[in-house]
């Protein structure tokens, strides 16, 4: 699997509603910046990706400029992505244009959890022939305008 696959299985299992700990590295130098959050270490990162994904439905996620650069072992990206949302708390729907881009790493498959050494499985951990998977190191999501 590429980096650019990698992306847009994450993309899909955001709209799907499926887990996403997993596609982040563990450690605590990983960092997530979104709208309104910044999460730093992969326990931060997962325990805020678990309180989205219970929290929000209807997922929309456009892609429209994604472009990846894939070196051996990292790989960058920047994308447009038309985001949109409802919080299932509040009952709003929220809809952004986003700027995201991001870091990833290509790390070995840990035979015990079945990817690169998260906790949690989804379906975006897919490895690649080297027996390793690309996870995020890094990633951030922002608009230009604020949630309020």
């Known amino acids: ?21 997993s596609f982040f590295a563990t450690g605590e130098d990983v960092v997530k910046v979104g709208i309104s959050e910044r999460l730093v270490g992969h326990d931060e990162v997962a325990a805020g990706l678990r309180d989205q994904t219970e929290t929000t439905t209807g997922w929309t996620v456009e892609s429209r400029d994604l472009r990846v650069t894939e070196r051996d072992s990292h790989a960058w990206f920047a994308d447009s992505v038309r985001l949109a949302w409802t919080d299932t708390d509040l009952n709003v729907r929220y809809e952004f244009d986003t700027r995201w881009s991001g870091t990833l790493e290509r790390r070995e498959v840990d035979a015990a959890t079945g990817n690169g050494g998260a906790t949690e499985s989804d ?24 949630l309020g």
């Open 1 to 21: 699997m590429s980096a650019e696959d990698r992306v847009r299985h994450y993309y899909d299992a955001l709209r799907s509603g499926d887990s996403l700990a």
């Open 123 to 146: 379906h975006g951990t897919e490895n690649d022939d080297t027996g390793q998977v690309w996870q995020f190191v890094g990633m951030h999501v922002s608009t230009a305008r604020d």
